[in-house]
């Protein structure tokens, strides 16, 4: 006899949904305001922690190479008030080379924030200085880092040099940046080098034996050059060169000025950043300075020079020898050997004077 299934095990047929039949189903709307919104947090953030970590990384470099604090602020009282800040600049070599800790190159940038005008005083490096009580012995204002380096460190080397370039020029000394040779080569270096207009052809040597017999080691040609950090080094420093003009400490001076404008005009617009913390990376162990980074940022902007100012022989210096037989400058018309007078007044008239007037260019 055959068994019935289960009611529950027959499988009973499957109803069809029933289709609504009613208006189309409206699109849901778009809610643009909050993805507005998400990607304007989203920048936000993005930015407060790319500035956290710059702050980090300035800091950072701060502490490597300043004496003061990260948002230590020694410029921005002068500044703000519209006062002249003079920063001297100081380029020196370590104990690797000769001449250890003597000032190779020394400038004053002299910012007046009244006219917003930047202007380069060059120091030769072989005037004579009396009248520093730290130095009784006198010394040529070169010597001042050396001095002082010696005595207690880098620092305090050009705490002394300050002194002295303010004794000797009148101008009162707001900071001080100083960077050795390796320093320079590796700034330059970090940036990809830099491009130097040179007006004049000449060939060079180092060594003052070759320089009598006119034996030359290498030469830099006229017109675009460009240069790695090494060879602007050279162009900055050399002192034996087959033209004389090009053998002074005057024109030497002239050529770390066209070094200097080089590296600005590098590290400008959108390359500001990347090259700047490739230059922090670089200095640090070869820059010390008594300003912040904040102080150094307000520099930055002024660094155009608009006007340099030259200390020369036969018109406010007088070349002659001191009891040893070095050669010296010696200030016109001052009254005693520590009397400066007539150079202040010089520089003071030299800064107060107006600009000259660009020539126009002569069309073709």
Sequence with gaps: ?????????????????????????????????RRIKLGLLLIVAALVIGGVLLFLKAAAFNDAVSTESALSMRLFGPFAGGE???????????????????????????????TDTTSLIGIPRDIWVEGIPEVPQNMKINEALRIGYYADGIENGAELAAKAVTQVTGLPIDGWVTLDFQGFEAMVDAIGGVTIENPTAFSYTWHEGNYLAGIWEDQFAA?????????????????????????SDFARSVRQQRVLQAIRAKVSGWRTLPDGLAISDAMQGHLRTNLSVFDLGMLAGRLDVDRRIELTEDVILRASTNSIGQY????????????????HAYI?????????????????
């Design 84 to 114: 002249r800040v003079n920063i001297l600049l100081l380029g020196y070599s370590d104990e690797s080379r000769d001449g250890a800790f003597l000032s190779d190159s020394m400038n004053v940038l002299s910012i007046d924030r009244e």
């Design 1 to 33: 006899m055959q068994e019935t299934q289960p009611y529950d095990r027959v499988r009973q047929p499957q109803a069809r949904p029933v289709r609504r039949v009613g208006p189309p189903t409206q699109p849901r709307p778009r809610n643009w305001g």
């Design 223 to 247: 017109g675009t050059q460009q240069m790695t950090g090494q060879k602007a080094l050279d162009y900055a420093r050399i002192r034996y060169a087959s033209i004389p003009a090009e053998s």
């Design 348 to 364: 003071e008239e030299q800064l107060s004077a107006p600009l000259p007037t660009p020539e126009p260019s002569v069309s073709p």
């Design 328 to 343: 010296i400058f010696v200030v016109i018309g001052q009254a005693t050997s520590s009397d400066y007078s007539p150079l």
